[in-house]
């Protein structure tokens, strides 16, 4: 299977805990963006990078949140010292440079207890 | 802020009939529209895009239009299947940055 992959699938935490997930991208692809979507709403940008660069975080995404692309193929997003309202799935998207649609993996859904 | 608005309650139709989805933007046109299937747990699916100097794109059984005046893109699927029922997302974008997604409408095709 050549789509984006995401791993862990699900991930259940206790509050103050930290969570790192990882995003696979298409292999071709420069693009890889993170969302956040949680029960009946669509999913919220986080933040996107082109290549090894970060160029875009929304104002959504608080200090507790990183993500990194070091080498500009896989990515992670980690989460430190979780909160209940951080409970929502995780969704990683990858594009090529010279399309504007995004291909999206399975997500990881993050509950925090 | 730019905003996308779907209705949020489900709409059923009939195996057959033609599903029509809206789609609502605030503020200046987008330079483009993108619509996606999600299927519960899963991450969404493209469907198509549709730029804000076109006014309708086609694809299979899908056709997609792009309204500048109201300020809104249908999403029609004509022969509607059960296998059609999901959830639709309209997202506005501009550049290869991000995408503001709706909350989806649910689409519920019965036999």
């Known amino acids: 299977d050549t789509g984006v992959s995401q791993d862990p699938r699900h991930k259940i935490t206790k509050r103050g805990q930290n969570v790192t997930f990882r995003c696979d991208p298409i292999s071709e692809h420069n693009r890889l963006y993170w969302y956040r979507q949680t029960l009946g709403q669509g999913p919220e940008f986080l933040t996107y990078f082109q290549n090894e660069a970060q160029l875009e975080k929304s104002r959504l995404l608080s200090d507790r949140f990183s993500a990194e692309r070091p080498k500009g193929s896989f990515s992670t997003l980690e989460i430190q010292r979780t909160e209940q309202g951080d409970s929502a799935m995780y969704l990683c998207a990858s594009s090529l440079t010279s399309r504007l649609e995004q291909f999206f993996g399975p997500g990881t859904r993050l509950t925090v207890l | 802020s730019q905003k996308i608005e779907q209705n949020s309650e489900a709409l059923n139709i009939q195996e057959g009939k033609t599903a029509t989805l809206t789609c609502n933007y605030t503020?200046?046109?987008?330079?483009?529209l993108q619509w996606y299937r999600q299927d519960p747990g899963r991450g969404p699916v493209f469907l198509l895009l549709i730029r804000e100097n076109e006014k309708e794109k086609r694809k299979e059984r899908l056709k997609v239009t792009f309204d500048t005046t109201l300020k809104q893109s249908l999403f029609h699927i004509t022969a509607s299947q059960p296998a059609d029922s999901a959830t639709y997302l309209c997202?506005?974008?501009?550049?290869?940055?991000?995408?503001?997604f709706g909350k989806g409408t649910m689409l519920l095709v019965s036999p």
């Open positions: 997202a506005r974008g501009s550049g290869y940055s991000t995408l503001t």
């Open positions: 503020n200046y046109s987008p330079a483009y």
